[in-house]
């Protein structure tokens, strides 16, 4: 008789239900991780665009970050990055307590439309206390995500981390970003083949355009499609501007009926890391398994490298871009973000604009085609409680 392996029940995540008429979350307690997620839009589809990894619910080796067996959808990551290098004393796991640590549920709340999970952390690394409310609206296609930072003193990266599962298609989805001034595939090797991982852009050329981007072995891609370069790793940040009401990033499928958009505070969140995951990395737990995944990560860091590397002085901050926030126990800090998902009408090829307008936003495709959706824009615009 075949033998059958019995999977530890405690390497499934603990998981938090948030629901309304038209969202259904899941909210996993280790790192707080939103995912999946269902959105139900007003043409009568559903879509569930976050990634969940390959691997959940597998017994993993022994010494990896907690949140590598949660693996899911969008999480807060505070300070943001590998943080392979400890900073005056301070060791953090990749992307911080926050994204490795068990969060503790205070409430699910309603109030008028809206329903609320309220958690919280207290940080042991370096102390304070991050709350974390995720909203559901009625009638609202989107996750209203709020966390406040109080108690912290000095410079931290910080950043959101949603992975999105893109359709086993190339060039599937179409990636645009509002607002942002130039880009930079990461300085120095993002994996090596000796050690089971590969790349294909050019370590840290500059690029104007997601259309054209420089490849190590020659020529030019285009990151604006995805999935692309099948069996890579790669990882560019988008520079922003800092300036705006609100900054925005989109991923368009055209042939599925639908946008995912992400928007941020740019105030907050300056600048974008898209991090291009489809099965470049050959070790556990990875196994050349997570494919046509793309993380549009929401930033103000150095790169994804951590606390270190954006505090101190790098070509960024050299130059009067900034790579950290200041945090101060006296002034907490809100980070708000927004994951809507919009129907859109045929021909409408890639988003260009997003705008607000009375009742909610207006989004317009680069093809001139636009559609109205009751998202909040001005969720994101304050960053003090």
């Known amino acids: 008789m ?19 008429d038209v969202v259904e979350a899941s909210v996993a307690q280790t790192g707080g991780m939103l995912g999946p997620v269902v959105f139900h839009l007003p043409n009568g589809h559903s879509v569930s665009p976050l990634a969940v990894a390959p691997w959940t619910g597998e017994v993993l080796p022994e010494g990896l970050p907690p949140l590598l067996n949660t693996l899911r959808g969008d999480f807060f990551c505070a300070p943001f990055g590998g943080n392979g290098t400890a900073f005056r004393g301070e060791s953090h796991p990749p992307h911080g307590e926050s994204a ?25 690394v370096r102390k304070g206390r991050i709350d974390k409310r995720l909203t ?37 989805g179409r990636i645009s970003v509002g607002n942002w001034r130039w880009g930079q595939v990461l300085p120095m090797d993002l994996e090596k083949p000796e050690d089971g991982g590969y790349t294909a852009l050019k370590i840290g050329s500059r690029f104007r355009s997601l259309r054209r981007v420089a490849l190590a072995r ?60 489809n099965g470049g990395r050959h070790y556990a737990p990875w196994n050349g398994r997570h494919v046509n995944v793309l ?36 002034r907490p800090l809100r980070v708000a973000t927004i994951l809507a998902v919009v129907a859109i009408p045929a021909k409408f090829d890639e988003v260009a604009s997003l705008r607000a307008v009375d009742g909610g936003m207006e989004v317009t495709a680069l093809s001139g085609k636009s559609v109205k959706a009751p998202i909040d824009l001005s969720f994101v615009q304050s960053e003090s409680v």
């Open 295 to 330: 993380g549009l990560e929401e930033v103000t860091s150095y790169f994804h490298l951590g606390l270190a590397e954006s505090v101190r002085a790098n070509p960024l901050s050299k130059a009067g871009i900034p790579t950290s926030v200041k945090l101060s126990p006296r």
């Open 100 to 124: 490795n640590k068990a969060w503790t549920l205070d409430a699910t709340t309603h109030a008028g439309d809206a329903i609320t999970l309220h958690a919280h952390l207290v940080t042991r």
């Open 218 to 277: 020659g020529g030019w891609t285009d990151l604006s499609r995805y999935p692309a370069r099948k069996g890579y790793e790669d990882l560019v940040m988008l520079v922003g501007s800092g300036k705006g009401d609100f900054g925005w990033t989109a991923v368009t499928f055209p042939d599925e009926g639908f946008a995912l958009i992400q928007i941020k505070n740019p105030r907050v969140l300056q600048h974008t890391v898209l991090w291009h995951s």
């Open 136 to 172: 559901l609206r009625e009638g609202h296609t989107a996750v209203y995500c709020e966390h406040v930072m109080q108690g912290f003193s000095g410079d931290m990266p910080i950043g959101t981390h949603p992975c999105v599962q893109f359709p086993n298609r190339e060039g599937a």
């Open 2 to 20: 075949k033998k059958t392996r019995t999977v530890p029940f405690a390497v499934y995540p603990l998981i938090w239900p948030l629901r309304n």
